[in-house]
């Protein structure tokens, strides 16, 4: 689904890596990483709403909000939902209010 300036969905991919959680936002591109997932949801989330808030304000293009990850983190994004019966790994979708 391409967001616009209107509606939109933002898919948040949460795993584990060694000591440390790596959330990948897919439709911005963003990669964070924190020591708990509810420090990356938060920073993840509070992100997408800023740039939503400044998107409208300013009049900006929806390229801001639909960007990809780097490849690494695009192939990551869609394997690791395959590989969830042998890991654990949180998966939220984030809906723009309307």
Do not use: D
Not at 71 to 98: D, V
Request: hydrophobic content about 35%.
């Amino acid at each position: 689904m391409k967001n616009t300036l209107e509606k939109g969905q933002f898919r948040i991919l949460i795993y584990k890596r060694h000591n440390e959680y790596v959330g990948i936002c897919y439709e911005t591109g963003w990669v964070e990483v924190y020591s708990t997932k509810s420090e990356v949801l938060k920073h993840i989330t509070n992100g997408i709403e800023s740039l939503l808030k400044t998107t409208l304000k300013h009049n900006f293009g929806i390229e801001n909000i639909n960007r990809r990850p780097p490849l690494k983190y695009c192939l990551i994004f869609h394997t690791l939902p395959i590989l969830a019966t042998f890991k654990k790994i949180w998966y939220y979708g984030y809906t723009c209010p309307s």
